[in-house]
């Protein structure tokens, strides 16, 4: 352990104040977007681990946050290894269809639309190549058994291709799609830190907790946790590259224990400029290619938004996007009539949904009934009686009158919160 390991402690509003004025940040996210983690939205394999911890100069937690938002990281190529672990009902595949459709795929789509495609990382451990020079060229290769799904931004051209079915996706990148970067989910480790830190508050504690060791490179880790008792959020550690300030790996564990919800991070890096040929691409013989506008209404409409718009991903200099609104703030488009209670990590979103909760195991009967009550906890209180369906991170009570209490809290916290309410 290096011998200094910083005891500063930030609050996010020192937070803001060191960020102020320094909102103009290079802009590096690799292009993953993962699908219900914010959607938000990874301990990782032995691939990632930490080979010594490298002596480096003191530094506050305020000094590495500046080096952050200063990182100008423009070009790279790597490995990245990224895993979630939601604790998701099984629910023998039914769960992937359901994510897919969400995300605009479907029977008449292409297994290539990466709207669809990229749904995968929402679960499991998944290895990814990934190429970088500027705003203009990013490559993302998502590599599985015997097969590969590669995706391309090359100017104006977005292209994604399927080794395993041979079908190849190819839309282009919308100029007005820049306006919707506010609305992207975060992708890999800078992604993910800017939003730790953005949801940050007066609740938070941020400090220097040593140093790292990740994808041969010297880091900082930055520790970032709640005050409060009662979030379902244990703690938050990104390793940030004592060079260039590029967060590596970004860790987010559970305050009830167990394994990382959360993982994503480099096994390898390199800053150099990669090959110009590593962003050609020209469809295969034979191989059946879809047009964005030929995909259908909802099929991957977001795919020609490309990496920097439509995926959550903006390389190069230019202003920061923002990516979750702070915990006071209303949090974005949602129900009809949806506020926000509490503060920091213990905020809790509500609304009513204006139907009758739901429904009893007891009315579909056998084995049907069986599966829809071991869906969720049956509670009560004060509120009167509802069902609490969880997950390692996110909880969500629906009372059996149509009110929707959902957060990073506890159970008993959202049964607080709804007896509070009545």
Known sequence: MAPYASDDNTTAGEVDEQRSGRRKAARYVVPVTVMGVAAATIGLVPALADSGDPDLPKITAQQLIEKIAKSDVEQLSGTVKISTDLGLPNLGGLESSLMSGAAGGGEDGSSADPTAKLTELASGTHTLRVAADGPEKQKLSLLENAAEYSLIHNGKDVWGYDSKSNEVYHGTVSQSAKDDRAQQPPALPKDFAEEALKAADDTTSVTVDGTAQVAGRDAYKLLIKPKQSGSTVGAITVAVDSETGLPLKFTLTPAGGGSAVVDAGFTQVSFAEPAASTFDFTPPKGAKVTEEKDAGENSGKDAGKGFGEGLGMDFGKGEAREHAPKSK?????????????????????????????????EGAGGDLGGFVDSLGDKVTGKFGSGTVFSTRLVNALMTDDGKVYVGMVTKDALVKAADAAK
């Open 329 to 361: 703030e209303a949090p974005g488009k949602g129900p009809e009539g949806m506020k926000t209670i509490g503060e920091g990590w213990n905020s809790i979103a509500v609304f009513d949904t204006g139907g009758q909760g739901m429904p009893s195991g």
